[in-house]
């Protein structure tokens, strides 16, 4: 049994808005359950936690922040070393550099060592949980898994869908596709802490058939995961409705394949109406909103009021590489800001809402886990859950130890860790209960150590 001492900071698991705990000097105790796993036995005060738990290993942070691993709701790992890639909006940038990056992940090998890097990426950052994309490429999936496998990173990926309107070197074929899935959900779905995800890139490149058979397969195994992309981009959206004229809406073509459903998630979802939305509510798929992606291609603004009102459950991404950092607080800053934003994404005006950091944080930790169906697993601290979690040190980084000091309230200084932190503050990450090494960190005099386990 192990116990961690600092301020600590979680919410409820299975709420669709955020119900926080906070107690500046607290116990968080783990053990191992009977099948091994490490869970969370108690949370609290630390002189009661002290008396009921007198033989843990304590490990102290005081000092430090205590808080559940972050969840990323939609990255691409092969965009890795996409970041950073200027270009006018989504589909020039699919073309010019996301699709050629992609066609090196048919090289296992090339596959490794990118996954190699972005895990590393992760969890040095404080994710310990990803949806994450692969290639066209079974190879691009066991690599990853592979590699989250062995470093403990609890992580749920699929191989890409895209029979047509694709180039040669990442175009699949459609009954090799499907094919393809089901030999990965069956080699990778439920192995330790590790999921498979059925993933149709978008509709614009999956022919009827390809998206017949995904929801097919999506009916057949109801706890593996759907993930792709709806309603990103204007021109995104004129292609689909030229595409699939008969449908309502963008959203609608993926609800006739089956593909909307309880652990299905959907990256972007901006231009989406109120018939989308309730038909979201109604089914159970999510959005991962992503919101540097939305800002960095110039896709829009998600409409974070509406979906409040609609009910459309949704946490926060990266969507790297269409997103340009690894790191939630760039995320939970830029979501703030879109939050703020003054005109829906269709364009019209509205009021924009002010999200708090305890919004934003429970966006990317159990609001999250809660999109994924994972509620009470991950992204929170209470009782029963994994023992997935950061220690968080404000004086890592003089600005935001200045301002926190001075906070008035919890409310002030939680924002000002949405606003000022970066992975200069993530002293540790754990997962499963173990702290996590990576092989390229800086150290505590600030030398960059590559390629090496510290
Ligand atoms: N739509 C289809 N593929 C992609 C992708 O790789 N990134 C983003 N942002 N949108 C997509
Ligand atoms: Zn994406």
Redesign the pocket.
């Known amino acids: 049994m192990q116990a961690w001492r600092g301020a600590i900071l979680w919410f409820d698991p299975h709420t669709d808005e955020p119900h926080v705990h906070f107690e500046p000097d607290s116990w968080l105790v783990t053990a191992a359950d009977a099948d091994g796993v490490q869970r969370v036995v108690a949370v609290g005060p630390a002189d009661a936690l002290r008396a009921a738990y007198p033989d843990a290993a304590v490990t102290d942070c005081r000092g430090c922040l205590i808080a559940p691993g972050f969840i990323d709701l939609h990255i ?1 790992y092969p ?1 890795t070393d996409v970041i950073g890639s200027p270009a006018d909006g ?1 589909l020039p ?2 073309e010019r550099y ?1 699709f050629p990056h992609e066609a090196r992940f048919a090289d296992a090998d090339h596959a490794a060592e990118v996954a190699r890097f972005f895990v590393d990426e992760l969890l040095r950052h404080g994710v310990t949980t990803a949806l994450a ?1 692969a290639t066209s490429h079974p190879v691009s999936v066991d690599a990853l898994l592979i590699e989250a496998g062995a470093r403990g990173l609890r992580c749920i990926a699929g191989k890409v869908l895209q029979d047509r309107h694709s180039p040669d070197g990442v175009r699949d074929e459609t009954e090799r596709s499907l094919a393809d899935t089901e030999a990965l959900i069956a080699r990778w779905h439920g192995r330790g802490r590790l999921g498979y995800a059925i993933t149709p ?2 509709a ?2 999956c022919s009827d058939a390809q998206m017949r058979g995904a929801g097919e397969l999506a009916g057949r195994y109801p706890d593996v995961w759907v993930q792709s ?1 709806v309603a ?2 204007v021109d ?1 959206v004129r292609w689909v409705r030229e595409l699939y004229p008969h449908d309502r809406s963008y959203l609608a073509v993926y609800e006739r394949f089956g593909l909307l459903r309880p652990r299905a998630v959907y ?2 979802g901006i231009y989406l109406d109120d018939a989308d939305r309730a038909l979201l509510a109604q089914t159970g798929a999510a959005i991962a909103v ?1 919101p540097t ?1 939305n800002l960095f ?1 110039g ?1 829009g603004f998600f409409d974070y009021a509406a979906a409040r009102a609609g009910s459309v459950r949704h946490g926060l991404a990266s ?1 790297v ?3 340009m950092s690894f790191n939630p607080f760039v995320t939970m800053r830029a979501a703030y800001t879109v939050s703020r934003a003054t005109v829906r994404g269709d364009g019209q005006p509205k009021v924009g809402l002010s999200l708090s950091a305890v919004d934003l944080w429970w966006q990317h930790t159990a609001g999250a886990a809660r999109a994924l169906g994972l509620d009470g697993v991950i992204g929170s601290l209470a009782p029963g859950s994994e023992a997935d979690f950061v220690v968080l040190d404000a004086q890592a980084i003089p600005l935001l130890a200045r301002r926190t000091a001075q906070a008035a309230s919890l409310a002030e200084w939680l924002f000002a860790w949405v606003m000022l932190a970066d992975e200069r503050v993530v002293r540790q990450v754990i997962v499963a209960g173990t702290p996590v090494q990576t092989h390229h960190f800086t150290d505590a005099s600030g030398a960059l150590h590559v390629g090496s386990v510290s």
């Open positions: 691409h965009q989504l940038w699919l996301t994309f890139r978008f614009p490149s992309h990103e981009n995104e990256a972007h992503s992606s291609l896709s969507d590489g269409g997103g």
